[in-house]
């Protein structure tokens, strides 16, 4: 395998881009506090001419996301706009209207339900689907605490709805548990999941539609740049989508104190899904 490149800076691949794709969290923010660096270097972008997609897999639809972008410290002259997993959630949901649902997460995700004829006040004995946003406590609880209520649902063949792929994610440097945990345990246990965010099509497809229309144009795949943090997500979700990306190593598939090319040797060595580059931070 030859040597991903290590960058610096992001500055010499913002010529062959016309849009960006950004992850946010552990790209824009470590879940309490914006990066400046990240932030500094998405306006430089944009001052350039190109247009920034924040791409999350959040469970929350674009418009709290923003507000919780807001509160972190992230401005919003740092991109053009927001391409949520909750955003692809909605219309996954809106294929249940009416049924009762069972919302597994925290009260804090229930605005990818709102304006929705949905019902996610169901319980575990009497949903006929399940919406997975999250951990009721990320802070406290593990997919371990789920094991009784996922072999229910698993009785039942209770399908799932996973709103957030990322199955863990780095909390002012305390590792959290994401939905994609618990969609995974059921899994395991022969459940049925549906996935709104990366790495699948559904949310690369939505986002090259909104980058589009926000240029005004169309835009050919060549010219979109995703940039994360996520070996499964990111990095995979652009090559199964065919774009180029960035791998921003620090995050969570990363060692303490790892050297960057050597933990992309690590993580790339045997995967189909490559980066063009690699960088210790999101620096302009």
């Not at 069972?102 to 229930?110: A, S, Y």
């Not at 209520?149 to 957030?164: E, G, Q, T, V």
């Amino acid at each position: 395998m030859t040597a991903i490149p290590v960058l610096q800076s992001i500055a010499p691949l913002a010529a062959t881009a016309d849009l960006w794709f950004v992850d946010i969290w552990g790209v824009m923010h470590n879940g309490v506090r914006p990066y400046a660096s990240s932030v500094a270097a998405c306006e430089a972008f944009r001052r350039q001419g190109g247009t920034i997609l924040l791409v999350t897999n959040s469970p929350r639809p674009r418009e709290s996301v923003a507000r919780q972008l807001d509160g972190i410290g992230v401005a919003r002259s740092a991109y053009d706009g927001i391409v949520s997993s909750g955003d692809v959630s909605r219309s996954l949901i809106e294929d249940w209207a009416g049924e009762p649902i069972l919302h597994i997460g925290p009260e804090r995700d229930l605005p990818v339900f709102a304006n929705l004829q949905a019902n996610p006040g169901a319980g575990v004995a009497d949903a006929v689907v399940a919406v997975c946003t999250g951990l009721y406590d990320d802070e406290k609880e593990t997919p371990a605490d789920y094991a009784d209520m996922l072999a229910k649902l698993k009785a039942r063949d209770i399908p799932m709805i996973c709103a957030n792929p990322d199955q863990k994610v780095e909390r002012d440097g305390r590792l959290i548990y994401c939905a994609g945990a618990i969609a995974r345990a059921y899994e395991a246990l022969g459940g049925i999941v549906s996935y709104a965010g990366k790495p699948f099509q559904p949310i690369y497809d939505l986002a090259l539609e909104i980058g589009s229309d926000t240029r005004g144009k169309s835009i050919a795949k060549d010219r979109v740049l995703a940039i994360g943090d996520g070996v499964s997500t990111d990095i995979a979700g652009a090559s199964n989508f065919g774009i180029r990306s960035v791998f921003i190593a620090s995050g969570v598939d990363v060692n303490a104190n790892e050297n960057v090319g050597a933990a992309a040797a690590r993580l790339f060595a045997n995967s189909s899904a490559q980066p063009i580059a690699v960088m210790n931070g999101f620096n302009w």
